[in-house]
Every structure is written in structure tokens, then in C-alpha cells.
Nanobody, 122 residues
Framework: QVQLVESGGGLVQAGGSLRLSCAASGSIFTINAMGWYRQAPGKQRELVATVTGGGSTNYADSVKGRFAISRDNAKNTVYLQMNSLGPEDTAVYYC????????????????WGQGTQVTVSS
């Protein structure tokens, strides 16, 4: 079993910054892509940013130039640095990881964190 634990959400004024962290633990052999998604009230969950095991990144157009995703493979942790936040960034942010486990059996599975609330006041 694998757990993803997010931290770093909160309330911030428009123009401010926050840094989210997500640490994976459990039966992990390796982690392929890791990413952040968000879901605002009344909207579908949407991709924010992803990063591959090799460090290649992908961003939603709405966050390009403002957000930066990174990962520490030794710590099985992914980060999301969010700058120039606006009210439109208010959402629950979810961490996602494609994890390969080999014990007790081989398993390739996408895991989700519990979500962390980010609220940006205008």
C-alpha cells in the first residue's frame, strides 16, 4: 500500500505565494510521473502540473510562468511552488503519483492524496 500526504495549503492574499509538498510512502519500488491537480467548487478536477521521473515538466496554460513543479526522488516527494496567486487559483489541490511496487506483488497504480485547500482572497 502507498500513501500520499500533502501539506502547505492555506489562505493567502492575491499576489502571494504558497508551496505545496506531497510525500509518498509505503511499498514503493519507483515512481514514474508525479503531479498536481485541482478542483474548484462546482468544477471538474483539472491538471495543474506534472513532472516525470526524469524531470520533464508539463503545465496547464493557466499556471505557466507562475507555478513551478519539482521533485526530490530520494525523498519520493513532489513540490508545487505557486506564485502570483489569484482568486481563480482557489481550489482543493490533489497530489498524484504513478507508483510501481514489487512487494508483495508487482503493481503499477495511480495514487491520490487526500487534498489540501488553497484559498486566495482578493
Amino acid at each position: 500500500q502507498v500513501q500520499l500526504v500533502e501539506s502547505g495549503g492555506g489562505l493567502v492574499q492575491a499576489g502571494g505565494s504558497l508551496r505545496l509538498s506531497c510525500a509518498a510512502s509505503g511499498s514503493i519500488f519507483t515512481i514514474n510521473a508525479m503531479g498536481w491537480y485541482r478542483q474548484a467548487p462546482g468544477k471538474q478536477r483539472e491538471l495543474v502540473a506534472t513532472v516525470t521521473g526524469g524531470g520533464s515538466t508539463n503545465y496547464a496554460d493557466s499556471v505557466k510562468g507562475r507555478f513551478a513543479i519539482s521533485r526530490d526522488n530520494a525523498k519520493n516527494t513532489v513540490y508545487l511552488q505557486m506564485n502570483s496567486l489569484g482568486p481563480e487559483d482557489t481550489a482543493v489541490y490533489y497530489c498524484n503519483a504513478e507508483v510501481i511496487s514489487i512487494t508483495p506483488v508487482y503493481r503499477n497504480w495511480n495514487y491520490w492524496g487526500q487534498g489540501t485547500q488553497v484559498t486566495v482572497s482578493s
